[in-house]
């Protein structure tokens, strides 16, 4: 299910089930990352072209210990998570997905996960996702 607002600058994607991922981007905040919003909200629905996303996650088990990554298939990546496949988060699982963001362009992606990581990014994702 896809929800598109216009009367407030977010884009809401989520999915039927038990636990719904939930996808908050505000365009305000990520004016430098996404120059045209209206293409942005148009790429989201019905698009075939590949998108690069940066995601956060939260330890279920452990609520303080939180990750960013970079990715093109998110549910896979979680999967890969929650599975024990990678050493950076294998010792706090379960996570879930806390927010997700498409970027059409890979450059992009990479420049805001690397953001995400710097101190003053993590600052402002403490601020605004967490």
Known sequence: MIEISEDCPTVAVGEDGQ?????????????SFVPDRRSFMRSLVGSNNMFHYVYLIR?????????????????????????????????????ELVVCMAFKEMDCAKQFEKYLKSQSGRAFAKKRFW
């Open 59 to 95: 330890s279920i088990q452990y609520p303080k210990t939180v990750y960013v990554g970079y990715t093109t298939n998110v549910k896979e990546r979680l999967a890969t998570h929650n599975s024990g496949g990678s050493i950076h988060t294998k010792k706090d699982r379960p996570w």
């Open 19 to 31: 636990s719904p991922i939930k996808l908050i981007i505000k365009f305000s905040l990520l004016r």
